[in-house]
T-cell receptor
């Protein structure tokens, strides 16, 4: 019954590796997001997709590549992981007509060692 | 420099006290949202305010949107330990882009 689910919840990996985080929403929303929350709890948008189309792409290294196979899924692939990529990554979804009221997943805590 | 300045950063109070959290910007937002986040969880939407001057109440929580739609406040009356958490304000810009404040960590002691 989880509205926005993302996997894995924890991810520990070595520098230089490539990893993916998956996200699925069952709310029927048309917009999905990836946010990054740093160690100071600051939450910043990375990407936004509306009906599988990229609409927001903030200043994010091109090692980060989102992919939306359909409007219920938005995955995040990260190449050549760096220490500074360690953070909590949140997937969220919203309905475009509802003023971006976002429903967030539980987050993926990524630790790069 | 953050688009949304949220204050205070930390707040530790006794059960039963009142508190106010502020969210200020020089930008105008189409709407503003407040979220609450608990450890190990994602933020959960509490309220959206849309109209300048709007006041919304959610039990002991009162949310206000400034007349110019640049600022907002969250007031909690008679805080309970269950109110403990990270409170985040978020302004909505064009393209439904959410911009978050840095958050207020609230701890209510019993």
């Amino acid at each position: 019954d989880t509205a926005v689910s993302q996997t894995p919840k924890y991810l520990v990996t070595q520098m230089g590796n490539d990893k993916s985080i998956k996200c699925e929403q069952n709310l029927g929303h048309d917009t999905m997001y990836w946010y990054k929350q740093d160690s100071k709890k600051f939450l910043k948008i990375m990407f936004s997709y509306n009906n599988k189309e990229l609409i927001i792409n903030e200043t994010v290294p091109n090692r980060f590549s989102p992919k939306s196979p359909d409007k219920a899924h938005l995955n995040l692939h990260i190449n050549s992981l760096e220490l500074g990529d360690s953070a909590v990554y949140f997937c969220a979804s919203s309905q475009a007509t509802r003023a971006a009221e976002a429903f967030f997943g539980q987050g993926t805590r990524l630790t790069v060692v | 420099t953050q688009l949304l300045e949220q204050s205070p950063q930390f707040l530790s109070i006794q059960e039963g006290e009142n508190l106010t959290v502020y969210c200020n910007s020089s930008s105008v937002f189409s709407s503003l949202q407040w979220y609450r986040q608990e450890p190990g969880e994602g933020p959960v939407l509490l309220v959206t305010v849309v109209t300048g001057g709007e006041v919304k109440k959610l039990k002991r929580l009162t949310f206000q949107f400034g007349d110019a739609r640049k600022d907002s406040s969250l007031h909690i009356t008679a805080a309970q330990p269950g109110d403990t958490g990270l409170y985040l304000c978020a302004g909505v810009l064009g393209g439904n882009k959410l911009v978050f404040g840095a958050g207020t960590i609230l701890r209510v002691k019993s």
